[in-house]
């Protein structure tokens, strides 16, 4: 079965920048979505970014201007890149995909902490 494994969180200052990826243990490059999700304590998870089997992206208006997400379809991996990130932003971030046919797959998620 498919695995997806989150990498490159951390404890960051504000202001600073962090890239997550995504790799996948199988094949993905059918996937209809790839997504980022976050969960911070306390809260519900909430929607970060998408990007769609057709290369449309879409993303949260509290992180619009300041997070990209893309993807290698190649290596079965995509990415969140976070710039000028803000207290926040501190969560577990978690990554997705839908796939026709089948539930969806998620990361165990990686921690992001900023602060000063």
């Known amino acids: 079965q498919v695995q997806l494994v989150e990498s490159g969180g951390g404890l960051v200052r504000p202001g600073g920048s962090l890239r997550l990826s995504c790799a996948a243990s199988?094949?993905?490059?059918?996937?209809?979505?790839r997504a980022w999700y976050r969960q911070a304590p306390g809260k519900e998870r909430e929607f970060v970014a998408h990007i769609t089997l057709g290369n449309s992206k879409k993303y949260a208006d509290s992180v619009k201007g300041r997070f990209t997400i893309s993807r290698n379809v190649s290596q079965n991996t995509f990415t969140l890149e976070m710039n000028n990130l803000k207290p926040e932003d501190t969560a577990v971030y978690y990554c997705n995909v839908r796939r026709n046919f089948e539930s969806d797959l998620w990361g165990q998620g990686t921690q992001v902490t900023v602060s000063s």
């Open positions: 199988g094949d993905i490059r059918s996937s209809i979505i």
